[in-house]
């Protein structure tokens, strides 16, 4: 289950990456907005906290695999679970500066019609 949560962490940081430099250029991305698109894990008893920048972005359930938004660092919002790590990478997608959201949506729908809100 650690392997593929870091596989998760790797591909959301390189997903964070490219937005940033969508968004603000190579150079701003690199030296000013480092911070913002850096991705740490920690791993707890219950959850592995999935952090983007200096803020928590998500949590992952460790017995089961089921990926979380946060209402606050370290409490899980069950509403909004994205599905398992597995079918999260398998299915592929794309970061929108909030959240992630599937590669088979287009692109002016956000967070809103993706992966959050849905139970899977």
């Not at 946060?70 to 794309?94: M, T």
């Not at 909030?98 to 992966?115: D, K, Q």
């Amino acid at each position: 289950m650690e392997t593929t949560i870091r596989e998760f962490a790797d591909a959301l940081q390189e997903k964070a990456h490219e937005h940033y430099i969508r968004q603000f250029g190579q150079e701003n991305a690199d030296n000013i907005h480092a911070r913002s698109w850096k991705v740490n894990v920690r791993s707890g008893r219950k959850y592995t906290k999935v952090d983007l920048g200096d803020s928590g972005k998500f949590m992952v359930d460790n017995s089961t695999g089921y990926v979380y938004y946060i209402k606050g660092y370290g409490v899980v919002d069950i509403r909004k679970c994205f599905g398992k790590v597995q079918d999260i990478l398998a299915a592929g997608f794309r970061f929108d500066g909030y959240s992630i959201v599937p590669l088979s949506l287009p692109a002016h729908m956000g967070a809103r019609f993706g992966f959050a809100g849905r139970i899977a």
